[in-house]
């Protein structure tokens, strides 16, 4: 008896995730069924409509059915009706679509990075050796490649050539960031790994040794300067960064990008550095967000290190946000695809997806317990509390309470309590809530450490 043909299936999608797409359909087709994937001429499969696939859909024989990007408009209905065959939208997300066929989700591959991160211990000079020590230690478990140590301008550092010797023997890369002549020479003197920063005046500081530098204007905008530090570097053949110096936002924060978008343009081969505490530091913005925009720009710009400070109280988790952001550009990088679907490490306030259930599925969930046990879930309308006796469902936490007829029972008030405070930020915030569990605040809880199966352990 002959075997059953496999079903052949057309994929329509964009020229951003079509790369990604065939390589999901690599590990996916083989066996179950047979796949063709179409590009429409279209940059981001999302704006893909019903209309457009009328107007530029051919179909090759064999087809069975055609699926379209998840987040598609239009009436796939008449797309059926039109053509004499199933139009289905598959998943919103590329990386569920193993699942969406009945599979196991594809996990992403975050181990890898392509950008060396340096962390500034700002206030080196005023800490003890010992004080340096433990900072670093917690800098490189949050994700830092580099320890710099940050001097002040005026501030006596007497123990940074101790400082350097000893988180060298600890294992640790180290950094001297310094405008101080003294500073530099110590630190090339002692064996630090990078010096910051130095000008097209003062590369002879590193003429003797290893030490590798970071190249910066004479003075802010600069850039001619900073070309004749590069070429000066080149004609010693000695490894260098170059930095054109990151600027605040209102005070030259666009200039300043358009300057690295200059650099890598001009010296396509050379290592660029670029210092991001002016912007996570002084823009009152959750750090994750900024953080995911600044590693966008520095993967499309293929810049190789990037110095990040955690000073600020709102930039507390700026290292381990810039050690999740670099893993997860680098890989939709290497997808060819959009930055979605890899890790949810930087959604700390939503969810994608935080309301799992709809309120009528509660309503059916409900109405089959026979048990005097409150159950918590909360959808898009709000809160909802049910348990034999009934469902209560509200907005306000004190509303509800009432209802569940604790007055006497403080050790389940207390639980209650707590759980409906929890059930009304997720439902607030649009976060997902399970009963029992604490919120997740993902990279953005300085107390929980990443999950033991996150890619980005």
């Known amino acids: 008896m002959a075997a059953a043909a496999v079903p052949r299936i057309l994929f329509l999608t964009g020229r951003l995730a079509e790369p990604a797409l065939r390589a999901v359909l690599s590990e996916l087709a083989p066996g179950r069924f047979d796949a063709e994937v179409r590009e429409l001429g279209l940059q981001v499969a999302g704006l893909m409509t019903a209309e457009m696939i009328r107007r530029r859909l051919t179909l090759s024989k064999g087809i069975a059915r055609v699926m379209v990007p998840g987040r598609c408009r239009g009436d796939l209905e008449s797309l059926t009706a039109d053509f004499g065959l199933p139009f289905e939208r598959g998943p919103d997300e590329l990386a569920e679509l193993p699942e969406w066929f009945g599979g196991k989700a594809r996990r992403a591959d975050l181990s890898r990075h392509g950008v060396r991160l340096f962390a500034e211990i700002v206030d080196a000079p005023r800490l003890s050796l010992e004080q340096i020590v433990t900072r670093a230690g917690e800098l ?37 960031d310094s405008l101080a002549e003294a500073d530099l020479r110590l630190a090339v003197q002692c064996g630090a790994d990078h010096v910051l920063s130095l000008s097209e005046d003062t590369l002879h500081f590193v003429d003797a040794g290893s030490t590798v530098p970071v190249l910066i204007p004479t003075r802010g905008g600069s850039y001619a300067s900073l070309a004749r530090a590069i070429r000066a570097m080149q004609a010693r053949r000695q490894p260098f960064f170059a930095d054109p110096i990151l600027d605040p936002i209102h005070f030259g924060f666009t200039d300043s990008l358009l300057r690295y978008r200059r650099l890598r343009r001009e010296f396509p081969e050379v290592s660029i550095l670029m210092g991001i505490g002016n912007v996570t530091e002084l823009t009152d913005a959750d750090t994750s967000g900024i953080n995911a925009v600044l590693f966008g720009i520095i993967s499309e710009l293929g810049i190789n290190a ?99 007829k604790l007055d006497h029972d403080g050790s389940h008030a207390f639980y209650m309590g707590v759980e409906l405070a929890r059930a009304q930020i997720a439902w607030r915030l649009g976060k997902r809530y399970a009963q029992d569990r604490p919120l997740d605040w993902k990279v953005a809880d300085a107390h929980r450490d990443l999950d033991e199966d996150s890619p980005c352990r």
Not at 148 to 171: I, N, Q, S, W, Y
Not at 335 to 364: K, M, S
């Open 140 to 176: 490189a478990a949050d994700g830092a490649d580099v320890i710099d140590l940050g001097c002040l301008p005026e501030t006596p550092f007497p123990h940074l050539g101790e400082a350097v010797a000893e988180l060298k023997r600890r294992g640790y890369s180290v950094s001297v």
């Open 306 to 404: 990037v110095l990040t400070t955690a000073v600020s109280p709102h930039a507390r988790r700026a290292v381990r946000e810039a050690d999740v952001a670099r893993r997860l550009m680098f890989a939709a990088k290497a997808d060819g695809a959009l930055p979605r679907g890899y890790t949810a490490e930087l959604l700390t306030i939503h969810d994608r997806r935080p309301f799992l259930q709809d309120l009528a599925e509660v309503r059916a969930l409900a109405e089959r317990v026979r048990d005097p046990s409150f159950r918590v879930q909360v959808t898009a309308e709000g809160l909802n509390v049910y348990n034999r006796d009934g469902l209560w469902s509200g907005q306000d936490p004190f509303a509800l309470f009432p209802r569940l």
